[in-house]
């Protein structure tokens, strides 16, 4: 009996130091089996939970491009997601999991939190990642091996306050932010520095938690009072949605500005879109742009998965196509060990040039893994984005 009760008591152990850390599926081609002829990679995102539309539009569009690339016959690549339901230390579980699949190269995680946790094993083990959305400084800070495809938190700011003043958007500025979180405050605090040099005047900062996401009024209050003509919203879809719709309650009609985390808001259950209308946001990828490959990945995106893709899903399909490419330049072979391949992505992506979906002629900083790319402005009108 005892004997018993130890072995379920080790297996209930087992099964709490694996929860949270759910398979989303595996990607195009993938399975558990070993397959010699791929590269494998992995990463971590939230499949389930408040943040599932990033990790899950993160998956989507890897797996668009794993398929694509496999059906031409040369390099294959295995993928595996895994649930980190945007949680660090859930996120760890899933590091070790993938590491145990025999992850090659990575995306690492779709937030930054817990990107920022397993960066730090990405750099110990030897495994090169590429994020496609993870945005904080502290991804790549002191890693020569973790890169980012997105923009990085701090140039988001910059950029904000450089379009606003550029294209004569606002002069007096609102700005809400939500300050327990790295992406908002990062945001937040280079677009303050930068606005100050543009002559832009900044006339009401109001923030908000977690546990006061439920009611901006006092917020919205404070930038009418003091007659702001633009509200700048560092911040994810969520709140962004609320804001929203409680300044129609009031009536308060003003222009509202936003970052690439609010990209999504148009597919949130339940949202009225035209809450949206006229709302601007700097993103690097608008699936309405007439060009050829963005159509082709939108129709092929829309086919497979029933909605229209957002940057997340173009950043991370670019991840795996901008790997294809640097594995072909530096001749690499799937039987590397992923220290011998993280070698050579660190040579390859400094010195590449590359074109995709989020941007084109995009570079990588050697010292800092951050990408340079110009960013997209985009205006919602009638339930859709339209290229400013």
């Known amino acids: 009996m005892k004997k018993t009760l130890s072995v ?41 939970g408040t943040s599932a539309i990033y990790g899950n539009a ?43 699949w025999g992850m090659q190269l990575s995306l690492v995680s779709v937030t930054s939190k817990p990107a920022e946790a ?83 005047e900044v006339v009401s900062v109001t923030t908000f938690t977690d546990a006061t996401s439920n009611d901006f009024s006092v917020q919205l209050n404070d930038a009418k009072n003091n007659g702001a003509d633009l509200v700048f919203l560092p911040m994810y879809y969520q709140p962004a949605s609320l804001i929203l719709n409680q300044a129609k309650t009031m009536n308060f009609d003003i222009s509202f500005i936003g970052v690439d985390g609010m990209d999504g808001i148009l597919t949130l259950e339940n949202f009225d879109t035209s809450l949206a209308e006229g709302v601007m946001l700097l993103t690097p990828f608008n699936p309405s742009s007439d ?18 893709p957002n940057q997340f899903a173009a950043d991370a399909y670019d991840c795996v196509y901008a790997y294809k490419q640097a594995l072909e330049a530096a001749g690499a072979t799937p039987d590397m060990s992923a220290e011998e391949l993280c070698d050579l992505m660190i040579q390859e992506f400094p010195q590449m ?9 995009a570079t990588w900083d ?18 859709a984005y339209v290229g400013l």
């Open 8 to 48: 379920l008591l080790a297996g209930a152990m087992l099964a709490g130091a694996l929860a949270g850390c759910g398979n989303g599926g595996n990607g195009a081609g993938s399975t558990d089996e070993s397959n010699p002829n791929a590269f494998k990679i992995g990463g971590t995102g939230p499949l389930t």
């Open 353 to 361: 040039t590359f074109s995709g979906l989020t941007g084109t002629n």
């Open 58 to 100: 993160v998956k989507n569009g890897a797996e668009l491009a794993v398929e694509e690339i496999n059906a031409e016959g040369g390099i294959q690549f295995d993928l595996k997601i895994e649930d980190d339901e945007g949680d660090p230390e859930k996120a760890a579980n899933c590091y070790n999991k993938l590491k145990d």
């Open 118 to 200: 397993i960066s730090v094993n990405h750099y110990d083990d030897r495994i090169f990642g590429l994020t496609p959305s993870a945005s904080s400084v502290a991804v790549t800070e002191g890693k020569d091996n973790v890169y980012q495809m997105c923009f990085i938190d701090p140039d988001q700011g910059t950029t904000a306050a450089d379009y606003i003043a550029d294209n004569n958007l606002g002069s007096k500025i609102a700005v809400i932010y939500k300050n327990d979180d790295v992406y908002s405050t990062g945001i937040y605090e280079t677009f303050v520095e930068e606005a100050e040099v543009k002559g832009l």
């Open 366 to 383: 050697a010292s800092t893994g951050r990408v340079s790319k110009t960013p997209t402005g985009v205006v919602i009108q009638d339930g």
């Open 291 to 308: 060009d050829e490959r963005t159509q082709n990945f939108v129709q092929k995106y829309e086919e497979k998965y029933g909605e229209t």
